[in-house]
């Protein structure tokens, strides 16, 4: 748990950063099967630096009459079937990774979750058929907005593809792990920080300017009850 709540949500606005990766049987999330999901807390130290946080993940079985294109599966090398893979329903999965996620918001001192992802639209749509499919109420993240790292590392490192921008900054790169999804999503958590860390300087300008206008920025109410702006 970290033991300066207060800096995590008023570094993110109330929102507490959650890096989400999938692994598909394709790219259509409202028909293709999602086969991994894994996510890792973003937290922010005493000294104002955002870090990589707990991880969970999970292998998930193949929701019903789901579609795995072969050219996928190849890439993953997930064989969805393997009973050694010990998948779990997409409803089980998600009601332990909300389970968690909403501990995080709680112990972070936030009000909801965000998104973050690399090329997140991919991710975030995946996450919210697979919600929609279970009938979940009480997802935690903002619906619609995310963090992009995709975008981020283009704006600062010129490069956009996720091996080659953690490589530039010097973060371990396994070409044999990628394509799991805890994996992937720890590499992203890692290039996030770096980022945000990079731009440190540049928030607590930001920050004073902002508290030079008299700006008070309330955190989200509960559940995102009536929050429609990230």
Not at 25 to 41: H, P, Q, Y
Not at 49 to 76: C, I, K, W, Y
Request: charged content about 25%.
């Amino acid at each position: 748990m970290n033991n300066y709540p207060d800096l995590t949500s008023r570094r993110f606005r109330g929102f507490l950063p959650v890096v989400i990766d999938v692994e598909t049987g394709g790219f259509l999330s409202s028909t293709d099967a999602l086969l991994e999901i894994a996510a890792v807390i973003i937290e922010v130290d005493s000294e104002g630096r955002v870090r990589r946080g707990v991880t969970h993940a999970f292998n998930v079985e193949p929701f019903e009459g789901s579609r795995m294109d072969p050219a996928s599966l190849q890439v993953t090398g997930i064989d969805p079937y393997s009973p050694l893979r010990q998948a779990i329903t997409e409803l089980d999965a998600l009601q332990r990774l909300f389970r968690e996620i909403r501990a995080a918001i709680r112990d972070h001192g936030c009000k909801r979750a965000v998104l973050v992802g690399h090329n997140a639209a991919f991710d975030l749509g995946f996450l919210n058929a697979a919600v929609t499919r279970t009938g979940i109420k009480r997802n935690p993240f903002h619906p619609f907005s995310c963090f992009d790292t995709a975008t981020l590392a283009g704006v600062a490192l010129g490069q956009t593809v996720l091996a080659r921008a953690t490589t530039v900054l010097g973060i371990e790169w396994d070409q044999r792990a990628a394509h799991s999804a805890a994996y992937d999503a720890e590499r992203t958590a890692d290039l996030f920080c770096r980022i945000c860390n990079d731009m440190h300087g540049s928030f607590l300008r930001a920050e004073e300017k902002a508290r030079n206008l008299g700006w008070n920025d309330p955190t989200p109410p509960p559940d995102g009850v009536g929050d429609i702006e990230l």
